[in-house]
């Protein structure tokens, strides 16, 4: 079982920073692939970047160079760097683990929201 905290949400101007942090419990974190997911009220949950347990990452489209995922294997955290924000980045963002794909054990969720 992997449990895993969100930190780091909050309001930012648009254009703005934040950093998000998700520490995870367990002796296995090195392992284990994580992503960070976003869901804004009305909206699909969706992949916003991932990290593998190699350090290969990925991001979606509308992230892209904006957004930096990262690891610390000693701490047992993954980190989302988000750099000029957009109103659209408003959402929940949540963070997740698994083995082999980063959706079998998931965060409670934290809130960002970009101000125009």
């Known amino acids: 079982q992997v449990q895993l905290v969100e930190s780091g949400g909050g309001l930012v101007q648009a254009g703005g920073s934040l950093r998000l942090s998700c520490a995870a419990s367990?002796?296995?974190?090195?392992?284990?692939?994580m992503g960070w997911y976003r869901q804004a009220p009305g909206k699909e949950r969706e992949l916003v970047a991932a990290?593998?347990?190699?350090?290969?990452?990925y991001y979606g489209d509308s992230v892209k160079g904006r957004f930096t995922i990262s690891r610390d294997n000693v701490k047992n955290t993954v980190f989302l760097q988000m750099n000029s924000l957009k109103p659209e980045d408003t959402a929940v963002y949540y963070c997740?683990?698994?083995?082999?794909?980063?959706?079998?054990?998931w965060g409670q969720g934290t809130q960002v929201t970009v101000s125009s």
């Open positions: 997740a683990a698994g083995p082999q794909q980063p959706h079998d054990y």
């Open positions: 367990g002796r296995t974190f090195s392992r284990y692939a």
């Open positions: 990290i593998s347990s190699g350090g290969s990452t």
